[in-house]
């Protein structure tokens, strides 16, 4: 490396450094501070009893958005116990089991770029393969399962990292005291990961939610609560869309983002809090 | 980790051996010919300077402690500092007797018993002289023939001491007095081994140097 | 005669093409402590980690000639690995508690061979920790994270969940290397108790720690033992050149 000449003193570029730094992370917290406050300060407004848990009026020009609260949990709900699992063990059988053959190798890309692949794109396939092919119309099972896909790379990614990241000698520990393979996994490694896998959920978790594209062409749009899996729904997100584009109502359209928000944030929160409380009990400080 | 200072430390060690084992073979020679000449100035002096000698003994030990003890040699470098502790303490106890012989000095002028001064003595303290130089010798250069050299040669001693011995016997007709001085010295002999021992239990006790063997130099001194 | 548990006979091993131990022969005598000393990467923990098995984890592992546990070969295809590691335990060189409350650690091994009786774990758990010397230092904080504790202590309580299974041999490699002096002479002391009641082999640097606490000694060098025998005799007589140099530190 050539060496350049000192045009800066390092103390005068660590001050510098210092300011940009802080500078620039405010400005991110400044920023997010902004776009939630605009959205709670256009929506709160529109709160009331009758807006939470009532059903819309006529295609939601007033009335409540109950049904898009209960579509929206419905939905993730189920995207989330298909997508859970499945991504969690294939975590652990990239981590712990498959080795590093070409083949495997291949399997990771193939993961790494199903996760930045445009939503739309997988609302399209859901639309062709839950939708028409399997038959399942537009529904809650067609968004869930597609909304599942999408979420399944993010929580295997996460998940994995922290498979890989517990360290070795736990299992070497464990495997010296005559535990099998298995059971040093589910006894000592995924505990041990369980924040690093929790926080691959919930980012799989907010992929579902915040979903907009996906869910346009597989799950309907009806106003009604679904009653199955199998009856067409209306998330929060597609909600807030309709009435945006369509103009049928800018303020309750704020109301919706103002909703979705604001679970975004209670769930956000709370997770957290709870891995910090495990995090703390597990680590003892 | 390997210590240059411990092998340092041992080194030195031995050459103080050397310097305190020669100081004892001139001393044995000296003591010998002060009995055979009736010197008993240089009897006296001889005597005055046994303390003064044997402090090596003790820095010598000091010496060997700290290696032992602070280095924790083991092997060869343990067996030789442990050699050179024995080594110390054996020169000392060889320093009180020629103590002892000086005294013998003294006291045969005051007594006027000085007729019989046999050959063999001589040879006798040039036997010895030479053991410890060869034993000596042997510790510094690890050498095996020097060492036997110097255990063969009390054959010679011994040899000698008994032709002293019954040409004594001789002439005083065979007294059985002969046997019991014999006896007697030797008993002696451990008496002072055991003074050394008591030496080296007080100051594993105390700590400090608290005995002294003052006492019997203070009764050879009269 | 003493009394062997592990007899080793002309064991070779191989990472892939490398040779690391070779042609080696060891018995280890019941209810004694042996410790193995030999320079850094002389094959002492390759060693260590055959007689358990660890070995087997690592895809380029090979193994040839003998490992005999009270007389059975244990790399026998019959021979239930889980089981082996169950009567040969380990502690290892840094001290490594699961993240769990220091009940659960001890708990463990108990645990995962199937005993989940509360009343049996608690006195076996208040047992094992006795027995490490732990207990008076813990009884009042056992649902508490192992992590914090200090690493003396986190060392004992691996002791103390591995003694919790009732193993015969129990294989220490360095146990004493990342602690302060004072833990490591708690360990030591410990060390002196347990071999009572189990066999002890362990692996160390610090030639002290050999003489205090074994009474028998293998030397390793590039990976064959060079000389084995009475610790007392190694380290005042030792009769090969090679081990002389090597505990006087004229090299390693």
Redesign the interface.
Same mark, same amino acid.
């Given at each position: 490396m050539i060496s350049m000449p000192r045009i800066i003193s390092p103390h005068h570029a660590q001050k510098i450094m210092n300011v940009v730094l802080w500078g620039v992370g405010l400005l991110a917290i400044v920023i997010l501070i902004i776009i939630i406050g605009y959205i709670l300060w256009n929506g709160l407004p529109q709160f009331s009893l009758e807006f939470i848990f009532g059903n819309p009026v006529g295609s939601g020009e007033s009335g409540g958005i109950w049904p898009m609260i209960v579509s929206t949990f419905y939905v993730t709900f189920i995207a989330l116990i298909v997508a859970t699992p499945l991504g969690v063990l294939a975590a652990i059988w990239l981590a712990e089991y498959a080795g590093e053959s070409t083949l495997v190798k291949a399997i990771r890309f193939a993961a790494e770029t199903l996760a930045s692949i445009p939503s739309i794109v997988f609302g399209l396939f859901g639309l062709t393969f839950f939708v028409v092919f399997l038959q399942m119309g537009f529904s809650v099972l067609s968004g869930g399962l597609t909304l599942a896909l999408m979420a399944i790379p993010t929580i295997l990614r996460t998940a994995e990292v922290s498979i890989e990241a517990v360290p070795q000698s736990y299992k070497e520990g464990s495997l010296a005291l005559g535990a099998s393979k298995w059971q040093t996994i589910y006894r000592v490694v995924i505990p041990a990961a369980i924040p690093g896998i929790t926080t691959g959920i919930i980012l799989g978790m907010a992929r579902a939610i915040e979903e907009t594209a996906a869910i346009l062409y597989t799950v309907g749009a009806a106003l009604a609560i679904p009653m199955s899996i199998w009856d067409p729904a209306r998330p929060l997100p597609l909600h807030l869309y309709i009435l945006a584009t369509e103009g049928v109502s800018l303020p309750n359209a704020y109301g919706t983002a103002a909703v979705l928000v604001l679970i975004i944030l209670i769930i956000t929160i709370s997770t957290n809090y709870l891995v910090e409380k495990y995090t703390k009990k597990m680590m003892g400080r | 980790?390997?210590?240059v200072v411990?092998e340092n430390k041992l080194e030195s060690l031995t050459k103080d051996v050397l310097i305190y084992s020669n100081q004892t073979t001139d001393r044995i020679d000296r003591a010998v010919d002060s009995y055979i000449n009736d010197d008993v100035e240089l009897a006296r002096k001889i005597i005055k300077s046994t303390d003064e000698i044997n402090k090596d003994s003790y820095n010598i030990e000091d010496g060997c402690l700290k290696v032992l003890g602070l280095h924790?040699?083991?092997?060869?470098?343990?067996?030789m500092g442990a050699a050179i502790l024995r080594i110390s303490i054996e020169l000392e106890r060889i320093n009180d007797l020629s103590a002892y012989i000086s005294r013998y000095t003294i006291d045969s002028e005051e007594r006027n018993l000085k007729i019989h001064k046999p050959p063999h003595l001589m040879f006798m303290s040039q036997t010895v002289q030479n053991m410890l130089k060869d034993g000596v010798g042997s510790l510094i250069n690890q050498d095996l023939h020097l060492l036997k050299r110097s255990t063969k040669n009390y054959n010679n001693l011994q040899d000698f001491y008994n032709q002293m011995f019954s040409e004594y016997n001789e002439l005083t007709h065979g007294g059985s007095q002969t046997y019991l001085i014999l006896v007697g010295r030797n008993l002696l002999s451990m008496g002072h081994h055991v003074m050394g021992m008591a030496d080296r239990i007080a100051y594993s006790i105390v700590g400090k140097r608290v005995m002294h063997t003052k006492l019997f130099h203070n009764l050879l001194m009269r | 005669m003493e009394n062997i548990i592990i007899e080793v006979k002309e064991l070779n091993t191989y990472f892939d093409e490398s040779h690391i131990l070779k042609d080696i022969y060891l018995d280890i005598p019941r209810n004694a402590v042996t410790s193995l000393i030999g320079p850094s990467g002389c094959g002492k923990s390759t060693f260590l980690r055959t007689l358990n098995r660890m070995n087997d984890v690592i895809p380029t592992f090979k193994k040839e000639g003998t490992i005999l546990l009270d007389g059975k070969e244990i790399y026998d295809p019959d021979v239930d690995v889980v089981d082996l590691r169950k009567r040969v335990g380990m502690v290892f060189q840094k001290p490594n508690p699961f993240p769990k409350s220091i009940f659960e650690n001890v708990a463990y091994g108990l645990r995962v061979h199937g005993n989940n009786d509360k009343k049996d774990l608690e006195r076996r758990v208040e047992a094992s920790l006795k027995e490490a010397a732990l207990w008076d230092e813990v009884k009042d904080k056992l649902d508490d994270s192992a992590m914090g504790l200090s690493g003396g202590q986190q060392q004992r309580l691996c002791i103390a969940r591995t003694i919790a299974v009732e193993p015969e041999v129990i294989l220490m490699d360095e146990p004493c290397s990342a602690l302060d002096p004072i833990s490591t002479t708690k360990i030591e002391d410990l060390i002196h108790k347990l071999k009572n009641e189990f066999t002890i082999i362990i692996v160390t640097h610090n030639?002290?720690q050999a003489?205090r606490v074994s009474k028998y000694t293998a030397f390793f060098l590039h990976g064959e033992i060079v000389e084995k025998g009475l610790t007392d005799k190694i380290? #005042? %007589?030792?009769e090969d050149k090679r081990? %002389?140099d090597y #505990?006087?530190?004229?090299?390693?």
């Open positions: - | 980790m390997y210590n411990l924790q040699p083991v092997a060869k470098d343990l067996r | 030639m002290q003489t380290f #005042i %007589e030792p081990t %002389e #505990i006087t530190g004229r090299f390693g």
